[in-house]
């Protein structure tokens, strides 16, 4: 009886979507600290990985090639979120398209909202979160105009 002998490559599974996917994950989880990563890189391979774990046991390179050819993929310039004007923020929140982590790092930056608050919460609940926060900054605007106003005419 001859035993066969296996080679490296005959022994490789193939790698499908859903590893690449679940590697790219915790990629973003590495480059999700402001102070050490990179906040944009992040959320490019949240993105790409969601993709690859929706498409399963679809061989990589296809699903990639797929995507690639719906030329849906956006990057965006950083934005600065500590010096967003209130107005701004607004137009941030009515966007549907922005992912709960792009939310996140408004609430974090701009409002002081801590992170892990948010995190355990749904994409509408942080968006009421941050429209409080927004709510509120402009009722201080109006309590420091009207004491200034008070202090003018006294």
Known sequence: MK??????????????SADVGRYL??????????????VAMSDALQEIASILIAAKAVPAAKAINEFMEQNKFDFEEEL??????????????????????????????????????????SRDEIVKMISSAVQHE??????SEEAQRQTRTS
């Not at 990629?27 to 402001?34: G, I, M, T, Y």
């Not at 209130?86 to 609430?107: H, P």
């Not at 402009?138 to 309590?143: K, M, V, Y």
Request: without cysteine.
């Open 25 to 38: 994950k915790h990629l973003a989880a590495l480059h999700r600290d402001p102070l050490t990563g990179n």
């Open 80 to 121: 600065d979120f500590q010096s967003l004007s209130l107005e701004k923020v607004r137009e941030i929140l009515a966007r549907t398209d922005l992912t709960k982590s792009d939310l996140i790092s408004v609430g974090t930056e701009r409002f002081g909202i801590a992170k892990s608050r948010m995190d355990r919460v």
């Open 138 to 143: 402009e009722s201080l605007a109006i309590i």
């Open 3 to 16: 035993s066969k002998i296996l080679t490296s490559k005959s022994r490789r599974k193939q790698i499908t």
